[in-house]
């Protein structure tokens, strides 16, 4: 068998170690130079392909590609794009054959959540259907966690170790404060759909009375009265109160708290975030002093307090997706299998995509705590392994050192222009 | 001389590193047991005193003094409390010497900003006038950076590599989704009057094009027109834009941005913070995809991205608080002094109190561009050194390890009771 190229490409929001599952992909691949000649990665991810704007990663040096390992943000560029249906948009799934055969291109590898599972998984079907097979593995990634099969996703270790870390810092800060200032305090994290995120915020307190004292689960219906109650309750009893809420925090009818009519000067709706909504009703309501902080993009970027574990895990999905091509397998995705609890171990396994595509896992009820408020002991020892080690980015003149690539283009061989 | 007490206390908004300023006093004077018999900490700042609740720092470990190093917060609780001046509210001075008196307490560190400077000198005058002199030393800290005289302040270093690494990590995050998601990012930090923190954002490049893209000052009246024009040329040119806002912002006639009438459902005033009013201006009138990011308390508590360069300087601090009370001096401040910026060296020096009291340093003109958008050269400059190196804390199963004190109470002695 001839050397083929691969495409890489990444999808979906990035995380603080998606660059470490390329950098297990291109490492990889490069052990494999008679099978594997060179990974031309998208730019802006599925998009690159369409558009046959692919990015020349045997021009990285070893170096280079070492460092994307300790590297936040997705150094080729990700890109929100969902295939249509095949019967929709057939030409769409037809360009990328047409663009995979112009530069022998046999691999596939789609790094990111449910939509690009199924992606990769349709790919691989219309490749043999066009009889030019190309071996297509999904990635996992995703700070959400909510891919199906897997024990958790790349990307959401990271997350949930800032998450937990900085709910403990603020919490230290809140209650040297509470006497005189600030009595409520509120941190916003994403999960639009899945609380894995707020669940995290769990993790900082393990002591009755330790912060978190209250989490917003998008999983339970929020109840303006009992929630204002044990806001009081925690107020009374240790002077002060953390909330950690998640973006997708909602009221039984489905409507996000974060839709609350808020209007600027002019009437304008203002898209706000969850956490000044609760702050309102916090202040409304009780007459409380309150802050909030809204950790958006820092979350998911904050590679400077990645899980060591979170790094080894995308680092290993990149590396196994690699291996599994090379065996002959397609429309399959490397999967995390947890083999035992304590002490935590770990190893890949492989997956069908249509396992997982288009699927969610949501936060089971069993992981939240009867009032709903808190996480139980089983949710803790499920997500505890996975913030666990430090994996320290080298740093220069006390910023960390991340990688810039040289990102030179392959030469377009198709004569066709595509527009997405 | 026999040996007294020292009384401790900290006081205003706490930092990543006001501990290790404690620590710094608690060490050296367990050094000098033969002058200070005991460290007493004010619980809940100079309330403490005044309430005469305070901790019994003997009863504390070596070992646990020496976690303080490590641990964000304020240990012995904090307040926003200032003494009234002495015609309004001489009661409160005459019951702290009265409290010093009832515990031989022979020493005051004070641990806080511009107020608490001010406290001390009066402290220290008055205490001679009654005949009870104690020696009342300064100790700064601000994240503000506002203290004049000494050349930064203990606490914002540490805010200042938080704010740069946060912006650095966004940024990457923000470029590689933007072909298809976000287009401007905000990060919100605080400074309600000065633009240290701000400035400090513009360290996460130094390239030109890199992110942050624009800084919005305190110290520069804010014009619409103009930052959403700069706003437009950002996207044009590099496709995204990261905007680092001071809470402080404002209008040339003095009014802040964050209080731009945003009304809830109800027609409730919301008290929200800068960053959501900026990206409904983005939003209104440039029709950009937006997100934004809150550091709010996360920024003044994270030690585990703390500068060393800090960590090093509140302990000094701290430890110089003592050996000058040992000294004989009274009404004085350690102050860093730059004495060298390539390398970079200081050393601390003491300064009277009455220069530092109640005065504001702000981020001079010279250190912002022209166009009062980034940050100049000279700004860099005085800048760069303080973030630099990494200090991490122990950590125990992917969390930091803080020290929680077993904070004892000292004994009541006096026979009154003081209510605040």
């Known amino acids: ?52 704007d692919m990015i020349d990663t045997n021009r990285e040096s070893a170096r280079t590609i070492a460092a994307l390992r300790h590297t936040p943000g997705g150094a080729f560029g990700s890109a929100r794009f969902k ?21 022998d291109i046999g691999y596939f590898f789609y790094n990111g959540g449910n939509d690009s599972m199924d992606t990769a998984q349709k790919v691989s079907q219309i490749s043999k259907n066009m009889g030019f097979p190309v071996a297509c593995i999904g990635i996992p990634k995703t700070v959400d966690n909510d891919l199906p099969v897997t024990d958790n996703c790349p990307g959401f270790g990271s997350v949930a170790k800032y998450v937990a870390v900085s709910t403990q810092e603020a919490a230290l800060d809140v209650a040297s404060m509470s ?66 809420v998640s973006e997708g925090a909602q009221y039984a009818n489905g409507r996000f708290l974060a839709e609350a009519g808020t209007r600027d000067a002019f009437g304008h709706a203002q898209l706000g975030g969850v956490a000044p909504v609760v ?21 998911r970027s904050a590679r400077h307090i990645a899980s060591a574990t979170d790094v080894k895990q995308a680092y290993a999905v990149g590396k196994a997706a690699v291996t599994m091509a090379l065996e002959g397998k397609s429309g399959v995705m490397p999967v995390i299998k947890r083999i035992s609890q304590t002490p935590y171990r770990w190893k890949i396994v492989s997956a069908p995509l249509t396992r997982i595509a288009n699927k969610e896992k949501m936060l089971p009820r069993r992981y939240i705590s009867t009032d709903g408020f808190s996480i139980t002991p089983a949710c803790r020892r499920y997500l505890a392994p996975l913030i666990r080690g430090e994996d320290y980015p080298p740093y220069i003149n006390g910023l960390p050192n991340y990688v810039t690539l040289k990102s030179v283009s392959v030469k377009k061989r198709s004569n066709t222009k595509f527009v997405v």
């Open 1 to 52: 068998m001839s050397a083929m190229n691969a495409f890489y490409a990444q999808s979906g929001g990035v995380t603080a170690v998606i660059n470490a599952s390329a950098c297990g992909v291109i490492e990889t691949a490069r052990k494999h130079r008679n099978r594997i000649a060179n990974v031309y990665a998208g730019r802006n991810g599925i998009i690159g392909a369409l558009t046959e």
């Open 83 to 103: 295939l249509k249906s095949i019967e929709e948009n057939r030409a769409e799934y037809e360009r990328l054959i047409d663009v995979f055969r112009a530069h």
């Open 179 to 244: 006497k005189t200032s600030t009595k409520v305090f509120i941190l916003e994290v994403m999960g639009r759909h899945a609380g894995w995120i707020a669940a995290a915020g769990g993790l900082a307190g393990s002591e009755p009375g330790d912060a978190p004292h209250i989490i917003l689960f998008p999983e339970i219906p929020f109840r303006k009265a009992a929630f204002l109650k044990r806001v009081r309750e925690c107020v009374r009893k240790y002077d002060y109160c953390v909330i950690v």
């Open 279 to 299: 702050a309102t009703m916090v202040r409304d309501n009780l007459g409380l002093k309150y802050h909030y902080a809204v950790a958006d993009y820092l979350q």
